[in-house]
């Protein structure tokens, strides 16, 4: 073998060497696809300091907020706030003291499911009530994208009304 082959020959011994994983540690290597059973454990890091100025500042603060913050960001508080801004246009009352809220989901991906329902199945609200409680839920810091599901069980009645409601509707 000549010199010129020798330099332009790659050691194939070295270039097929990988380091050798200790027991229990993952692996992954890019040119190689990854079988679905087997799935590397993503871990997260956050810088010193950081972790002080997150635990002052309010849930959906910070950077990030109102575009699908980290996991856990949504307040319920705020959402329920939220949805008690959206009023049924016959009722002078908000939709969450009437009752209409059944579920509130919070996922840790910032998507939030509400299960609500209406007074009447013919209820001339019916089109626009949850589109207005998917607009101000979708407004609270931290909330990616919101869903809302009308479900007609259990009907709704008015024992369902919070005493706040029954007073405004002087219904006691």
């Not at 050798?20 to 810088?47: C, F, I, R």
């Not at 259990?154 to 007073?167: H, I, V, Y």
Request: aromatic fraction near 4%; include cysteine.
């Amino acid at each position: 073998m000549s010199i010129s082959e020798k330099v332009h020959t790659p050691d194939t011994v070295e270039a097929q060497t990988t380091p050798t994983p200790q027991s229990g540690e993952t692996v992954l290597h890019a040119d190689q696809p990854q079988s679905s059973a087997e799935q590397a454990k993503v871990e997260s890091w956050t810088p010193e300091g950081d972790s002080v100025l997150q635990a002052t500042q309010p849930a959906g603060a910070g950077a990030g907020a109102g575009a699908g913050a980290g996991a856990g960001a949504v307040d319920e508080d705020a959402v329920i706030a939220a949805i008690a801004t959206v009023h049924d246009p016959e009722i002078p009352v908000n939709i969450y003291e009437l009752g209409l809220i059944y579920a509130i989901e919070l996922f840790d991906d910032g998507r939030v499911k509400v299960e609500m329902t209406l007074t009447a199945p013919n209820c001339p609200s019916a089109q626009e009530l949850p589109l207005q409680v998917k607009e101000a839920v979708e407004k609270v810091p931290g909330v990616a994208s919101a869903s809302v599901d009308v479900v007609w069980d259990p009907p709704w009645d008015m024992s369902r009304m919070s005493d706040e409601a029954r007073l405004a509707l002087n219904m006691f």
